[in-house]
Nanobody, 124 residues
Framework: QVQLVESGGGLVQAGGSLRLSCAASGRTFSSYAMGWFRQTPGKEREFVAA????????YYADSVKGRFTVSRDNAKNTVYLLMNSLKPEDTAVYYC?????????????????WGQGTQVTVSS
C-alpha cells in the first residue's frame, strides 16, 4: 500500500514555473514507477510524464516535452514535476500515481495508487 500526497500547485502567470512534489509513504517507494497526470472538468485524465523505478528512464506527453521535467528522490520517497514555460492550457488538477508493474505507462488504469491532486492555474 502506498499513500501519495501532492503539493506545490498554485496560480502562476503564463511563462512562469512551478515545481510539484509528490510525497509517498511506505518502504517500497523505489519499487514503483511513478506518473503524473492532469485533469480538467469534463475531460478524461491526461498523461503528463512518467519515471521508472530508478529514475533512469522518463517519458513525456508531446504537449509538455521540453517544458516539464520529472525526477525522483528515492531516499526522500518523493517524485517531482518541474514545469517551465507554463501556458494557460496547462491549467488543471495534477495527480501523481504509482505503478507497481509497468515501467513507463501512459494509461491511467494501470496505476494502482493515486494522490488527491493539486490545482495548477496558469493565467494569461
Amino acid at each position: 500500500q502506498v499513500q501519495l500526497v501532492e503539493s506545490g500547485g498554485g496560480l502562476v502567470q503564463a511563462g512562469g514555473s512551478l515545481r510539484l512534489s509528490c510525497a509517498a509513504s511506505g518502504r517500497t517507494f523505489s519499487s514503483y514507477a511513478m506518473g503524473w497526470f492532469r485533469q480538467t472538468p469534463g475531460k478524461e485524465r491526461e498523461f503528463v510524464a512518467a519515471i521508472s523505478w530508478s529514475g533512469g528512464s522518463t517519458y513525456y506527453a508531446d504537449s509538455v516535452k521540453g517544458r516539464f521535467t520529472v525526477s525522483r528522490d528515492n531516499a526522500k520517497n518523493t517524485v517531482y514535476l518541474l514545469m517551465n514555460s507554463l501556458k494557460p492550457e496547462d491549467t488543471a488538477v495534477y495527480y501523481c500515481a504509482a505503478d507497481p508493474l509497468h515501467p513507463l505507462d501512459t494509461w491511467p488504469n494501470e496505476y494502482a495508487y493515486w494522490g488527491q491532486g493539486t490545482q495548477v492555474t496558469v493565467s494569461s
